[in-house]
């Protein structure tokens, strides 16, 4: 039962929200044929048929939805492993709009998830009580303790995620605003291991700080395809590729690139706060911050749609 009501409480949350399942997809890596709009509109509706299928039928649609859902959230198992181990703080779109960065948490959640569609599997297959024919048989004393497991599963829910809020940006910065302080000065460095004076860099003219890391599936995306992001910014601002990472990995991946970037961009980053890659901020002239800084493909496009009317709506500065 809480495998379904997970599963309708995420497809329904992502009803109408196409686009940004396509987002979720390409952050994950889903391989592209399935980055179909009518994928990212269908996908809720099947999250939703499963959750409602597991604890009405029974026979073998029982069987076969088990399977299905056994095969769905091992994927989800999959590419939120595969991110969480690579160090991608990517939105993770379980659930539509609520935005949930990759943690461990969400590794464990999608564990259990996967255990209770195996055994929901495994249970169909050997032609147990179907979740009806089970329900029928409930007497008071067994609702009651359902309602108690269901009491502290949501308790243990809600302690996890507190944790995990609590340890996304130092304490006192949640609600800190960035746009109109200066950046730090901070050195990076070349792929010839030159150091680059931040400051230095950003004292001629305004630049959008584009962040990327080496195996980050949404920063290949952008990368390999950057006209987009070069149509929208404003012409007079110029674009600086930032790497936070392995030097070598992101010299394989992008050999045409190595020599352009910057690299050490940790530091910044976790200045910037930024919570996802690929990660942009527009800065002025003298480094002052123009617009808080954002995460993922579709806000960096928008924040370089904007550029030109926040550069000539530039905030006074202040330290940071």
């Known amino acids: 039962m809480v495998l379904a009501a997970v599963l309708v409480a995420a497809g329904i949350s992502k009803v109408g929200r196409s686009r940004g399942v396509l987002d979720t997809f390409e952050n994950f890596g889903v391989p592209f044929f399935l980055r179909r709009r009518i994928v990212a509109i269908l996908f809720p509706v099947l999250e939703i048929a499963l959750g409602v299928l597991l604890v009405t039928m029974t026979g073998a649609i029982w069987v076969l ?14 590419v939120t492993t595969r991110a969480f181990s690579r160090g991608e703080r990517i939105d993770c779109g379980c659930f539509g709009a609520h935005r949930t960065p990759i943690s461990i948490s969400i590794v464990v959640r ?12 495994v249970m169909a297959s050997a032609g147990l009580d179907s979740v009806p024919a089970t329900l029928a048989d409930f007497d008071t004393h067994d609702w009651t303790w ?25 304490p006192g910065m949640q609600n800190r605003a960035l746009t109109g302080t200066v950046l730090p000065d901070l050195y990076l460095s070349t792929i010839g291991q030159e150091p680059v004076r931040l400051h230095d860099m950003l004292k001629e003219r305004p630049r959008l700080l584009l962040l990327v890391r080496p195996g980050c599936p949404s920063c290949d995306v ?34 045409e690139l190595a020599e352009v970037a ?18 942009a901020v527009l800065v002025g002239a003298g480094g002052s911050i123009l617009a808080e800084p954002v995460a993922g493909r579709p806000a960096i496009l928008d924040l370089s749609a904007r550029s030109s009317s926040l550069l000539h709506r530039r905030p006074r500065t202040r330290n940071s």
Do not use: K, Q
């Not at 259990?112 to 599997?121: I, Q, R």
């Open 65 to 78: 939805t088990g399977w299905v859902s056994a095969a769905v959230t091992a994927a989800f198992l999959f």
């Open 110 to 121: 999608n564990s259990l998830l996967f255990l209770a569609a195996a055994g929901t599997t």
């Open 146 to 170: 359902s309602a108690a497991a269901l009491f502290l599963a949501g308790i243990t829910a809600a302690f996890f995620s507190s944790l995990r809020g609590s340890s996304d940006v130092a």
């Open 222 to 255: 952008l990368l390999h395809d950057p006209r987009p992001l070069h149509d929208a910014l404003d012409p007079t601002i110029e674009l600086v590729l930032i790497v936070s990472g392995a030097e070598d990995a992101f010299r394989t991946a992008h050999p």
């Open 262 to 279: 910057l690299f050490g961009g940790w530091p910044l980053a976790e200045h910037l706060r930024v919570s996802a890659f690929p990660g």
